[in-house]
């Protein structure tokens, strides 16, 4: 690269100025020299050489590098165990979606891996073979039904499946502040690999968008919609834990969900059955409309 190129790109600097700003990236890099942890030290040289990269290029104000430290002061605040919005601005940023893309190559058939969200809880209900996780939540019943198996084809009994999702009210139950359980559960595949439960059809709902990533996204003139979805992770010994959804084929926001999650591969055939059809477990829905999906589980091998 030419000066006069370099120069374009660094909008014009003076050179003067171009080597007191590039001694100050080097004299940072070189502070982590000593770093004991070789990953340690190749994560902060990195993202010193980055950052300064990005301050450099935008010529941040000092009134942005101000907005940018009140933003993500703000963000710490509004997390706490119930309400998670850091990993919503990841989400938003596109980070997580990156960092799945990224240590989830694809393996053979396996299903592919899409965001966690932040509204994972540990310890959900457990629920039996063909038992509802809905707890109480406002939604139409969905029937989900499907086959654990590995890459070979081979069926996975005693997996582990963790499943949670949204109200029809687009609410998770850590959003309301009664402390219910709601619209989440786990079971174990059988011993054929199958697996199958009532959940709630699902509907599309907005990350919250109530605080700074909510203003992240208004004043950007994005939505904060995501597509129709259902929360999946399955881990099973010896197999790549699968943190995934699926997601409603024919929904509109397929093509502009807020955290960029969907993949084709994870959208699914939802059946829509009339009011008065019969269930596969003959469960009386009280003439209620319900809908049905298969949905099969391919887990790669460990360390895949
Ligand atoms: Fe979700």
Redesign the pocket.
């Known amino acids: 690269m030419s000066v006069s190129e370099q120069d374009a790109e660094l909008g014009g600097v003076a050179a003067g100025q171009r080597a007191r700003e590039e001694e100050l990236v080097e004299l940072v890099t070189a502070s982590f020299r000593n770093t004991e942890d070789p990953r340690l030290k190749q994560l902060m040289q990195a993202l010193t050489r980055h950052l300064h990269a990005f301050l450099r290029e935008v010529r941040l104000t000092e009134d942005e590098w101000q907005r940018a430290i009140a933003f993500l002061t703000e963000t710490g605040h509004r997390t706490d165990d119930r309400r998670q919005e850091f990993i919503l601005l990841s989400d938003v940023l596109g980070a997580s979606m990156q960092t799945i893309a990224i240590n989830n190559e694809a393996s053979g058939d396996a299903t592919e891996a899409t965001v966690f969200?932040p509204?994972f809880v540990a310890g959900s209900p457990e629920i039996e073979a063909g038992g509802d996780i809905a707890g109480g939540a406002a939604g139409e019943p969905c029937w989900v039904e499907g086959t654990v198996i590995d890459t070979e084809g081979t069926p996975v009994p005693g997996a582990l499946i963790e499943v949670?999702?949204?109200d029809a009210d687009g609410f998770?139950d850590v959003q309301y502040s009664d402390d219910r359980t709601a619209a989440r559960g786990h079971l174990f595949s059988d011993s054929g690999g199958g697996y199958r439960f009532w959940a709630l059809t699902p509907t599309p709902?907005p990350i919250p968008h109530d605080g700074p990533v909510g203003q992240l996204l208004a004043a950007t003139g994005r939505s904060p919609m995501?597509a129709s979805?259902l929360?999946f992770m399955v881990s099973a010994a010896g197999k790549r834990t699968l943190v995934t959804?699926i997601f409603v084929r024919g929904d509109e926001l397929l093509d502009r969900d807020a955290v960029f999650g969907v993949k084709e591969s994870l959208v699914m055939d939802f059946e829509r059955e009339a009011a008065g059809t019969a269930p596969p477990d003959g469960r009386d829905l009280g003439g209620r409309t319900w809908s049905r999906v298969r949905f099969d589980i391919v887990l790669a091998p460990a360390g895949a």
């Open positions: 969200g509204f949670w999702e949204a998770y709902y995501r979805h929360h959804h």
